[in-house]
């Protein structure tokens, strides 16, 4: 998701005419690799997002809100120490790529005028924010590039910022020449491998605007290369073409206009980048990090679904090899009937079933005596009695575990970014497949969070957000009279209905089950019963329940934010 240096060009010259002469008022760093300035520039405040995450690296004006660490990173207290009194003088594309340059004017502690840069690498994966002096003599950086072989871009402190080249021209200078050495062939290529600034998207587009094909089989004439250039130089100055308006296009990234060769994908407009962009990255960013923070618990959860799931195909295979044992049960007693009939030495013997009337050849062992055979089966079929027995216990303890395991899997998948994970720690630490956090001195337990709690028709309805509370809203919250909702076969929340002696309206009921089933995707059979019906499931986990005398109602998911209490 790397917009290219056309979109970012735009969005720098927006920046600097909105932040130029904006004063630094607060810095704080909500995430390790996100920076968050807030300004006062004309009478307005102004919070400038710069992130370097991988997912989602960016730098544009933002609307959204975070929470800070309570002891702020060695990063943001040198900003801070650098440039809370200070002012931004511009913002700039540095070095023809896709680094946006910051320049702040400042004062020292002895009151000397001083000037620092911020910059951000905006690259993907090597996304980075580097923090330097008037000299660009590197003060700090979010990711630290020590020297290395392989690499010849280093970002250490003391070191100055060299970030590499690339061996091509740029698209913000003259590039008619370029063109003179294409002889035909793939001319997409051509252009991505000798003009830099442009992605694979933006490329087709010049191509196309220019009346021209990826695949030109001949060298461009002198009209053909006015064409390509005239498009180009239209991309040198985009805020001022007739055609700039920022728009996100697919859902995937920012462009400065409306590309011919995406206009079959969705898009929406904008007044300018920074909103396109904080819009684009508000919800990505969100996503992102909270994918990293569940990443752990979510390793964990995959790692056992797939070890419960192993030993429930194990299960059925060891029951499998149980559906013969009948059959050596008979051969023991076929044997045991007929021993008169049988000497020691022979290798099978044909006898009558007298279950069914037909023959049957069974299988001797000759070095044993008949008597021993008649045990060999016996012993066969007891092994394999006992087998069953204790498999078919287990495949039900390990069904029950994994849909209990299913059950978190599925609350990780739709856990919000700003609620805690305490609750499925502690589970998967029952589970084993965590290992519990070792903390030294006494610590304050965090307070866990309550039920989501709804009101309507004056009936408060709850619902639970984990297995363990969950749990403790069905058999210690609610009492029996009340009404308890669940999803038909899946795996969700218990929803309360706390009916206090009172008829639970239809209208109610159809209320809660949109909350039941608020987590899922279409429309869902939700079971409703009074929650004297609901019982814990025997040897089950937390949230296993089975119930009866329920009633089933169709209900499409909604969350219902405005019944929140």
């Given at each position: 998701?790397?917009?290219?240096?056309?979109?970012?060009?735009?969005?720098?010259?927006?920046?600097?005419?909105?932040?130029?002469?904006?004063?630094?008022?607060?810095?704080?760093?909500?995430?390790?690799?996100?920076?968050?300035?807030?300004?006062?520039?004309?009478?307005?405040?102004?919070?400038?997002?710069?992130?370097?995450?991988?997912?989602?690296?960016?730098?544009?004006?933002?609307?959204?809100?975070?929470?800070?660490?309570?002891?702020?990173?060695?990063?943001?207290?040198?900003?801070?120490?650098?440039?809370?009194?200070?002012?931004?003088?511009?913002?700039?594309?540095?070095?023809?790529?896709?680094?946006?340059?910051?320049?702040?004017?400042?004062?020292?502690?002895?009151?000397?005028?001083?000037?620092?840069?911020?910059?951000?690498?905006?690259?993907?994966?090597?996304?980075?924010?580097?923090?330097?002096?008037?000299?660009?003599?590197?003060?700090?950086?979010?990711?630290?590039?020590?020297?290395?072989?392989?690499?010849?871009?280093?970002?250490?402190?003391?070191?100055?910022?060299?970030?590499?080249?690339?061996?091509?021209?740029?698209?913000?200078?003259?590039?008619?020449?370029?063109?003179?050495?294409?002889?035909?062939?793939?001319?997409?290529?051509?252009?991505?491998?000798?003009?830099?600034?442009?992605?694979?998207?933006?490329?087709?587009?010049?191509?196309?605007?220019?009346?021209?094909?990826?695949?030109?089989?001949?060298?461009?004439?002198?009209?053909?290369?006015?064409?390509?250039?005239?498009?180009?130089?239209?991309?040198?100055?985009?805020?001022?073409?007739?055609?700039?308006?920022?728009?996100?296009?697919?859902?995937?990234?920012?462009?400065?206009?409306?590309?011919?060769?995406?206009?079959?994908?969705?898009?929406?407009?904008?007044?300018?980048?920074?909103?396109?962009?904080?819009?684009?990255?508000?919800?990505?960013?969100?996503?992102?990090?909270?994918?990293?923070?569940?990443?752990?618990?979510?390793?964990?959860?995959?790692?056992?679904?797939?070890?419960?799931?192993?030993?429930?195909?194990?299960?059925?295979?060891?029951?499998?090899?149980?559906?013969?044992?009948?059959?050596?049960?008979?051969?023991?007693?076929?044997?045991?009937?007929?021993?008169?009939?049988?000497?020691?030495?022979?290798?099978?013997?044909?006898?009558?079933?007298?279950?069914?009337?037909?023959?049957?050849?069974?299988?001797?062992?000759?070095?044993?005596?008949?008597?021993?055979?008649?045990?060999?089966?016996?012993?066969?079929?007891?092994?394999?009695?006992?087998?069953?027995?204790?498999?078919?216990?287990?495949?039900?303890?390990?069904?029950?575990?994994?849909?209990?395991?299913?059950?978190?899997?599925?609350?990780?998948?739709?856990?919000?970014?700003?609620?805690?994970?305490?609750?499925?720690?502690?589970?998967?630490?029952?589970?084993?497949?965590?290992?519990?956090?070792?903390?030294?001195?006494?610590?304050?337990?965090?307070?866990?969070?309550?039920?989501?709690?709804?009101?309507?028709?004056?009936?408060?309805?709850?619902?639970?957000?984990?297995?363990?509370?969950?749990?403790?809203?069905?058999?210690?919250?609610?009492?029996?009279?009340?009404?308890?909702?669940?999803?038909k076969n899946g795996h969700g929340a218990h929803v309360i209905v706390f009916a206090e002696g009172k008829k639970v309206p239809d209208e109610t009921i159809k209320v809660a089950a949109e909350i039941a089933c608020s987590d899922f995707q279409g429309s869902q059979n939700v079971d409703y019963t009074e929650r004297r019906n609901v019982k814990r499931m025997p040897n089950g986990h937390p949230g296993q329940v089975i119930y009866v005398n329920y009633k089933t109602a169709l209900a499409n998911p909604c969350a219902h934010d405005e019944l929140k209490k």
């Open positions: 998701m790397g917009s290219d240096l056309v979109a970012l060009s735009a969005l720098t010259a927006e920046l600097n005419n909105t932040l130029s002469g904006a004063r630094v008022d607060k810095i704080v760093q909500p995430d390790p690799d996100e920076l968050r300035f807030f300004l006062r520039n004309g009478g307005k405040n102004l919070c400038l997002c710069v992130s370097c995450n991988a997912g989602a690296p960016r730098m544009h004006i933002t609307s959204t809100k975070k929470q800070n660490p309570l002891n702020a990173p060695s990063l943001c207290m040198l900003l801070r120490k650098h440039l809370q009194i200070s002012s931004i003088e511009g913002v700039a594309v540095f070095n023809n790529d896709r680094i946006l340059q910051i320049k702040f004017n400042a004062r020292t502690e002895m009151k000397d005028d001083a000037v620092y840069y911020l910059f951000v690498e905006i690259m993907n994966r090597y996304s980075n924010i580097v923090f330097t002096d008037e000299k660009l003599i590197i003060l700090d950086a979010v990711k630290h590039l020590p020297l290395d072989a392989t690499r010849s871009h280093v970002v250490l402190r003391g070191v100055k910022y060299e970030p590499v080249g690339q061996n091509k021209i740029s698209y913000l200078t003259s590039c008619f020449s370029v063109f003179d050495n294409f002889n035909g062939g793939d001319l997409h290529k051509y252009i991505l491998d000798n003009i830099s600034g442009f992605s694979g998207v933006t490329v087709s587009e010049i191509i196309s605007r220019a009346g021209l094909e990826s695949n030109h089989s001949t060298a461009l004439n002198d009209d053909e290369k006015a064409a390509i250039c005239a498009v180009i130089r239209e991309f040198q100055n985009i805020t001022e073409s007739e055609n700039y308006c920022p728009v996100i296009i697919g859902k995937n990234d920012v462009y400065p206009y409306h590309y011919n060769v995406l206009k079959d994908k969705e898009s929406k407009s904008f007044s300018t980048m920074s909103e396109a962009y904080d819009a684009l990255f508000s919800v990505t960013d969100t996503e992102i990090r909270n994918k990293a923070r569940l990443k752990t618990l979510t390793t964990a959860v995959k790692h056992l679904k797939a070890r419960v799931e192993k030993n429930i195909k194990t299960d059925l295979e060891r029951l499998k090899e149980c559906e013969n044992m009948d059959e050596y049960r008979l051969f023991g007693e076929l044997i045991v009937a007929n021993i008169y009939r049988i000497n020691k030495g022979d290798k099978s013997v044909v006898l009558d079933n007298y279950y069914t009337g037909e023959k049957v050849e069974i299988k001797l062992d000759e070095k044993l005596t008949p008597s021993g055979n008649s045990k060999m089966y016996y012993t066969k079929y007891n092994k394999l009695k006992r087998q069953q027995e204790f498999t078919e216990k287990k495949l039900v303890t390990d069904q029950n575990l994994l849909d209990y395991v299913l059950s978190i899997e599925t609350e990780l998948n739709s856990l919000p970014y700003d609620c805690s994970t305490v609750a499925i720690e502690e589970e998967l630490e029952k589970l084993g497949i965590l290992k519990k956090k070792n903390v030294k001195g006494k610590v304050r337990k965090e307070k866990s969070e309550p039920p989501y709690t709804f009101e309507h028709n004056g009936f408060t309805i709850m619902k639970g957000r984990n297995n363990l509370q969950n749990d403790e809203l069905t058999f210690r919250i609610a009492s029996s009279s009340d009404l308890w909702l669940h999803v």
